[in-house]
T-cell receptor, first 109, second 115 residues
Framework: GQNIDQPTEMTATEGAIVQINCTYQTSGFNGLFWYQQHAGEAPTFLSY??LDGLEEKGRFSSFLSRSKGYSYLLLKELQMKDSASYLCAVMDSNYQLIWGAGTKLIIKP | DGGITQSPKYLFRKEGQNVTLSCEQNLNHDAMYWYRQDPGQGLRLIYYSQIVNDFQKGDIAEGYSVSREKKESFPLTVTSAQKNPTAFYLC??????????????FGPGTRLTVL
């Protein structure tokens, strides 16, 4: 079967750095997406990786290793507004998105 | 402003009643999707549509129906056959399904509670 694994919850301190990991086993691979979702709101797109390596976008970076079935989202200079769930999703061989359950990130002052 | 709208934000219905959730987009996107989100689970695909008058079942289509009569609109009906309909429903759209870079953009969601 297809599977996306992420930690359920993480806690970090304002101003620090946090890395959220995602491992996947899917039928084919056509890219990996990260979304941010605040409680009760819609997911918003953060990043897309299809080739191995690091993609940087301001305070957020996303890394992909296709051979290891692994990605991480790196958040720097954490702010209180970064408290949210972070969803990892992989596009499979049928171009369908397979979603992880999300990682709830709690930022403490 | 371009975007996706869903209404209503909160919806309460009695058990046994059908209910229709609306989804409209003005992004000129070809593809539209309906997902269901339950606590502790990933988003699950209910139905998707790539073009007008055509749609396909997702992983959990039983108890749901859709239509795509216009490019901009993709309403979802939750029927009385859906055994556990209380959930957060998310509509999304993307430019063209089948290309790996087609990012899905989401509406604000409808929280349905069946009493």
């Amino acid at each position: 079967g297809q599977n996306i694994d992420q930690p359920t919850e993480m806690t970090a301190t304002e101003g620090a750095i946090v890395q959220i990991n995602c491992t996947y086993q899917t039928s084919g691979f056509n890219g990996l997406f990260w979304y941010q979702q605040h409680a009760g709101e819609a997911p918003t797109f953060l990043s897309y990786n299809v080739l191995d390596g690091l993609e940087e976008k301001g305070r957020f970076s996303s890394f992909l290793s296709r051979s290891k079935g692994y990605s991480y989202l790196l958040l720097k200079e954490l702010q209180m507004k970064d408290s949210a769930s972070y969803l990892c999703a992989v596009m499979d061989s049928n171009y369908q998105l397979i979603w992880g359950a999300g990682t709830k990130l709690i930022i403490k002052p | 402003d371009g975007g996706i709208t869903q209404s209503p934000k909160y919806l309460f219905r009695k058990e046994g009643q059908n209910v229709t959730l609306s989804c409209e987009q003005n992004l000129n996107h070809d593809a539209m999707y309906w997902y269901r989100q339950d606590p502790g689970q990933g988003l699950r695909l209910i139905y998707y549509s790539q073009i007008v008058n055509d749609f396909q079942k997702g992983d959990i289509a039983e108890g749901y129906s859709v239509s795509r009569e216009k490019k901009e609109s993709f309403p979802l009906t939750v029927t009385s056959a859906q055994k556990n309909p209380t959930a957060f429903y998310l509509c999304a759209s993307s430019a063209l399904q089948g290309a790996g870079t087609d990012t899905q953009y989401f509406g604000p969601g409808t929280r349905l509670t069946v009493l």
